[in-house]
């Protein structure tokens, strides 16, 4: 006896309305390193005070008449600067797509969350580009890790030596300063289970060093850890992941808002907000479209290299 009606004669197939599966990149870190100051003027000049203007002063005891020693300030008022350049993604929706789209998906909201991402990636990009440049950092303060020496090597190199100095080079002022690191996954799970790093825990605690272990070894108030993935492939080309903040290591201290006279290693320049919106073009298309964008304006720029260290080469 064959039956006529089994369970695929009575279904046909179609769009799940409780769940779709969309990838979102891992925690961007570049914010948390260099948080957005608002600026009324797409460019500018700052005033630059000379660190050594504030390392040496002349003896400043004076006898019964005799005259108090002078000090002076030099102020740099020409040199620095800032810009910040317009930026944004876009998307078209059209509204045959979204009164024909099926439950769950959503063309209008779906292309938000895609130049969203857009914009946030390409901000994390620019911003491990930006930290992990040697010209943005004092020349005593970049550490090249030698070929043979990188903490993965068969030696395993010196990690605690030269990650501390690498933070005690940086020059930090009084007041709410923070000390910040950064580094990818790949560099911090190499550091985790490094045999030097381990062996300062390894008879009161079990497993790999966390974030917070490695933060507090170092001195650091935070360690910020990327695991955001970019294609580095060309469209159509057979995909290629790799992370985006690569294997250097780095070491800043700053002071977000820290009013006139604050002092830390850059500063996210940023005019106006961070804009959404979605405009109707009634000329463009069979019935219009909808262009929905997100624009900004905004220039990451090291205002005090000395504020900072930076560490190349941490991996083989």
């Known amino acids: 006896f064959t039956r006529d009606i089994g369970p695929s004669a009575v279904h046909v197939d179609s769009l799940m309305s409780q769940m779709s599966v969309r990838f979102a990149n891992g925690d ?26 504030n390392l040496a002063f002349p003896k400043n005891v004076v006898g019964p008449r005799g005259e108090l020693p002078e000090v002076n300030q030099a102020i740099n008022k020409i040199d620095y600067t800032y810009k910040c350049l317009p930026r944004g993604l876009k998307e078209f929706v059209t509204p045959r797509e979204m009164s024909n789209a099926d439950v769950p998906l959503d063309p209008m909201l779906d292309a938000l969350l895609l130049v969203m991402e857009g914009n946030a990636w390409n901000r994390e990009k620019e911003t491990a580009a930006f930290f992990t440049d040697s010209a943005n950092y004092a020349a005593a303060n970049i550490t090249a890790i030698a070929a043979g020496e990188e903490y993965n090597s068969a030696g395993g190199g010196n990690p605690n030596k030269q990650i501390q100095d690498a933070v005690i080079r940086v020059f930090k002022t009084r007041g709410a300063v923070r000390r910040l690191g950064a580094m990818s996954i790949d560099t911090f799970t ?22 917070q272990q490695l933060a507090g070894y170092y001195g650091l108030d935070d360690l910020f850890v990327s695991e955001s993935w970019e294609d580095t492939a060309n469209k159509g080309a057979t995909v ?8 250097s290591i780095i070491i800043v201290c700053q ?3 820290g009013g006139v ?3 830390g290693h850059s500063k996210r320049f940023r005019k106006g907000p961070v804009k959404n919106e979605t405009l109707f073009i ?9 262009q929905v964008r997100e ?17 190349t080469n941490a991996l083989a």
């Not at 550091?191 to 974030?211: N, Q, V």
């Not at 009634?282 to 909808?290: A, S």
């Open 28 to 53: 961007y870190i570049g914010e948390m390193l260099a948080p957005p100051d608002n600026v009324d003027k797409e460019t500018n000049l700052f005033a630059y005070y000379d660190e050594r203007d």
């Open 282 to 290: 009634p000329q463009d298309g069979f019935e219009g479209v909808y």
């Open 255 to 257: 002071n977000p808002g």
């Open 240 to 247: 290629a992941y790799s992370r985006i903040w690569g294997d």
């Open 190 to 211: 190499v550091l985790s289970r490094h045999p030097s790093i381990r062996d300062l825990f390894k008879y009161t605690k079990e497993g790999f060093a966390s974030r």
């Open 261 to 263: 006279r604050s002092y």
């Open 295 to 311: 624009t900004y304006m905004e220039g990451l720029t090291s205002v005090a290299p000395r504020a900072g260290s930076l560490l």
